[in-house]
């Protein structure tokens, strides 16, 4: 079989146009299930972190929302369990993706970059787990 220049064109297009189809059948199907990426981060920070330092990290954490546009909620909170089981961590934050990409654009963004550069001195350890939330 003879392939020219013109029918290898139209097939890297049609792949392409298949590809971007899919992407977006993915984002109709997440609007469509309720389904959104949810991204639990703990922090334990360090016995000498003032509160001043913590509540500057609670600031600069949700001003993420405003900084980055994929982000659609944010949510924190600090420990409150009777149980005793939270190994020193003490603040949990929540932020929410409509997909993966979205969080793709989060973790190397320069806001995102720039707030962990300001936690880092007073962190000691940090947990993090990521999972798809409603829908069916």
């Known amino acids: 079989m003879k392939f020219t220049l013109k029918s290898i064109v139209y097939g890297l297009l049609a792949m392409v146009g298949l590809g971007l189809m899919t992407e977006a059948a993915?984002?109709?199907d997440q609007k469509k299930t309720g389904r959104v990426l949810r991204h639990?981060?703990?922090f334990k920070f360090k016995e000498n972190a003032k509160p001043a330092q913590i509540q500057h990290v609670e600031q600069e954490f949700a001003a993420l929302?405003?900084?980055?546009?994929?982000i659609r909620a944010f949510e924190m909170g600090t420990n409150n369990s009777p149980e005793g089981l939270n190994k020193g961590f003490t603040h949990?934050?929540?932020v929410t993706f409509g997909s993966e990409k979205d969080r793709e654009v989060y973790l190397p963004h320069p806001a995102h970059k720039k707030f962990v550069s300001i936690l880092k001195p007073i962190l000691e350890d940090v947990f993090v787990i990521d999972f798809w939330a409603g829908g069916d």
């Open 26 to 28: 993915k984002a109709k």
């Open 40 to 42: 639990v981060v703990c």
């Open 65 to 70: 929302k405003k900084k980055i546009p994929q």
């Open 92 to 94: 949990c934050f929540v």
